[in-house]
């Protein structure tokens, strides 16, 4: 067979040729364009020669700061097709951070959003590596800027040359892009993607048993493309020669239903709180969501009760799945089996309420207590990887050492699966309680708490025990209607018949707040050395 | 990334790990049987150790000689998993050709369907590598034969160790599988089909935008598993846990009507001669078709009316392909892009008689006599191709330097391509009729005889022409009615309108048959020499 390299030059290439009239319709600051892909892809040429002229050169970073519209998706294609890497930088992370990885990926250029300007303007001063700035922006002018040297990417495209040519010698193993992702502590740790990790990951995405992506479909990616390459949906997208619908900054709830409904959107991606945030637009008012054929969920394990909103209530395929940022991140999709489609509504929410089943390409297996486990969805280890798509280190990081060992990547997620194979999320292992030998899942016990009537929100973290090793102690905070009215015994009743006994957290303690990461997780490190200090001192 | 190698390895075990309930429906000999793939996957690595036994190593090629039934896909995970080489080879062609193809891929064991036995037994004499032979049956024991030494394939499983494990350290472009294709002159030549070539193929099968395969379907491969590997269905079809059917040896269009109708069919494929007859059986009994999602179709161009028929008579949604040995095969496939939905019934079949569109993963370029054509549905040009699944070669073979240059696999298809980038093969290379520096499609040609109600059947060859280099003659066999009452003016005059007054015909020569192929093409390279002489013996 020839040995012809996967590289994502052939998706925008195939884009343009097979799929030229095909748009992509992209919300920005001054409201909705649309572009065809001949168009895009001609922009993105350009988009590659003007980097050339500002000195990029093959592996240099190029870093991007911005929102999911077109000249985003020109970058994604642009900095890897010319060799170069697509460093996206998510603008959520603190200050610090943010020059952190521009320093440690070492950023040549980057491309800035106008509205994101400021935050940078902020830290510019500690970038040692960066010697251009991009501004993206709709309007004619450059906004006043300390940046310094500043290039307006519409100029720079206008006088660019749009006969550029993507080089044909680009190696499949070669860098593409890369990613940060927080870690619990220090600095964000960089994975870094190369061009066949990413066109084998689109082409698990364009897979009837992956998500299906194809031409016929409009795709809406609400996950940020600052955020593990928007999970692959751009890639995938202009390959398939698939409509893409950008929703731009700043986006409520209503402005994704409107889009869904005016785009007819067949498939859209984000985290459960976007999904939260629509379904709570659709209950307030009317719209036609009947073109969906999946709204897929990841990033965090989804509230059965949304899952059950979006296909009962509202019936619109609901589509549960799992990866991080060290795995492009497609790992699991909940497509249920052929003969699971016989079983009533509610146990196929029940599956759909797992992450689902592992995608053609990869491998896996779950090491528990006792080596691998027994898939019963009962017995629980923690979620190792390995496959094409999954990273192989830390970019220039001890870090690495941790969670990369014998050829597989260690999640440090805590998963059951079921008899059908279906895993499903428990716990991070750093938050499991061993107790006397056997593991207690906090998320389990976090779960069933809140859904009491008098929670708010509950967070379960172990303390060390003398003989039992440690010991489950729930933090609850109540609502305002209950603070005070509901004690710790009665949650402690209700929670009795879930759960076999040596579960039960030994103590609630009632707080008014549980500390969270600035992405709104629980600090369940702070919580913890909190609560063993203040038991420590009660005794 | 991780540097995981695409292996055949993993399919089998993902079909074993996720969906062992699901099943191979298996016609053999002796009626239909049913295995899960927990049992397949067992059998199949039984089969591994048991060629291990017999001294099959790394490398080595193992032949098969077999129908489409389970068997023969234990043989197709066996072989490569353990990585040896699987051969198929084609039992239709030439004992002298099987006799050739034997020695030059060098096989070190044969796997033989007990009614095939025969045909071995005649030429095994002439085998100069061949170390052992494995029978294929349901019989209790072997049959009478000279082969030696032979062995009982349910045997050698009995005795097998199912603790046998694949090596896990394939390197992903060692050879998996090769086949070999029948030539013009000469002997076949062979294609070797590398683990990561098939993966690919097989991710290809599976993308919505490719063939759909998945797990909710049930497939039939009624193109032989000895012909490009049934396309390669048993590879995706295992990968992606989708039921099987293997129809067995000697099929009756009404044998395939039934199995489609009672296990459900969603996806059959094979040649148009198989869809032919199965309309014809539909004409005469009625069954139910209703769960075809595709009737894919590839080896030569479907005729419009059938595709007609399928889709408009019996609503069944008919799928045209393209592909060649050398291809794996799939290139391209009809798939109509969102937007031509919209067209009428009559358009849309007009596409659908088009072979397609190329599928994600590979690039094609089309040479006509000016360089690469225009995408407008007239220009003609040859069809080359590059890509993971296509061949760099022929099998230590001098042709090879005939179709490879410089990268690209020249097909020797003539093809148009229109303005959406929809493929239609006009004529073979060698076929095509150069006149006054155009272009003429002796397959255009033919086909309008064809239509006219006197043609029994039509070939159009090149003769030599002082002033236009080459000019077209056709051959007409008339029906046995129409035999001396239908002239060479009247089917000129029939022509006339439907073509440039440059391509019809100098002459219309009447034939009592036209020379055919063992697999009933046109022998035009003979007829071509036979009307030649005609003529010069004539002037």
Do not use: G, N, R, W
């Given at each position: 067979m020839m040995q012809t390299a996967l590289t994502l030059t052939q998706m925008i290439n195939r884009a343009e040729k097979y799929f030229p009239k095909k748009q992509v319709v992209s919300r920005t600051a001054s409201g909705i364009k649309r572009f065809t892909y001949k168009e895009i892809a001609e922009r993105t040429r350009r988009l590659a020669d003007g980097l050339e002229t500002l000195g990029v050169e093959r592996g240099d970073k190029v870093g991007t700061l911005a929102w999911n519209h077109h000249r985003h998706l020109e970058a994604y294609f642009a900095i890897p097709c010319s060799g170069a890497v697509l460093h996206t930088i998510n603008i959520r992370l603190s200050p610090q951070h943010i020059a952190y990885i521009v320093n440690h990926a070492e950023d040549k250029v980057l491309l800035i959003d106008s509205d994101i300007l400021p935050l940078i303007e902020k830290i510019h001063s500690e970038f040692t590596?960066?010697?251009?700035?991009?501004?993206?922006?709709?309007?004619?002018?450059?906004?006043?800027?300390?940046?310094?040297?500043?290039?307006?990417?519409?100029?720079?495209?206008?006088?660019a040359d749009d006969s550029y040519e993507y080089p044909d010698d680009l190696d499949e193993n070669a860098p593409a892009g890369m990613c940060y992702t927080s870690a619990t502590t220090g600095n964000p740790k960089g994975v870094v993607y190369s061009h066949r990790g990413i066109v084998l990951h689109s082409m698990a995405l364009g897979l009837v048993d992956g998500a299906g992506v194809s031409e016929k479909d409009i795709a809406l990616p609400v996950v940020p493309m600052f955020h593990v390459n928007a999970w692959g949906l751009p890639f995938a997208a202009v390959w398939f020669g698939t409509t893409l619908v950008m929703p731009g900054p700043y986006f409520t709830p209503k402005l994704i239903a409107e889009l869904i409904e005016q785009e007819k959107v067949t498939i859209t991606a984000g985290v459960p709180t976007i999904w939260l945030g629509l379904l709570k637009e659709l209950d307030e008012k009317t719209y036609d969501m009947s073109s969906l054929r999946a709204v897929l969920c990841g990033g965090a394990a989804a509230p059965r009760g949304i899952i059950h909103a979006f296909e009962k209530k509202h019936n619109i395929p609901f589509m549960h799945a799992y990866g991080l940022t060290e795995t492009s991140p497609l790992v699991v999709i909940s497509n249920l089996k052929s003969y699971q489609e016989q079983l009533s509504d509610d146990e196929k929410i029940n599956i759909k309420a797992m992450q689902g089943i592992l995608v053609p390409g990869l491998e896996m297996k779950v090491i528990g207590k006792d080596g691998e486990i027994k898939w019963d969805g009962a017995e629980m280890g923690e979620l190792a990887l390995r496959g094409p798509w999954i990273a192989s280190e830390y970019y220039k990081d001890e870090r690495t050492a941790e969670a990369f060992k014998d050829g597989w990547f260690y999640t440090g997620d805590v998963v059951t699966v079921d008899e059908e194979g279906f895993m499903k999320i428990v716990d991070r292992t750093k938050d499991l309680i061993k107790s006397g030998g056997e593991w207690i899942s906090s998320v389990d016990l976090e779960n069933a708490l809140m859904t009491h009537e008098a929670v708010f929100e509950a967070a379960v973290v172990a303390v060390p025990h003398e003989q039992w090793q440690e010991r489950p102690v729930a933090c609850v905070v109540l609502k305002d209607d209950y603070t005070g009215k509901t004690s710790a015994e009665e949650l402690l009743q209700f929670l009795e018949p879930q759960f076999a006994k040596w579960w039960l957290p030994d103590e609630i303690i009632f707080m008014k707040e549980i500390p969270k990461t600035s992405v709104g997780k629980f600090l369940k490190r702070t919580l913890r050395d909190h609560v063993q200090k203040d038991i420590l001192q009660r005794n």
């Open positions: 590596t960066v010697q251009a700035y991009i501004i993206m922006t709709d309007e004619e002018e450059l906004p006043e800027t300390t940046l310094e040297p500043v290039y307006h990417y519409e100029k720079l495209l206008a006088s």
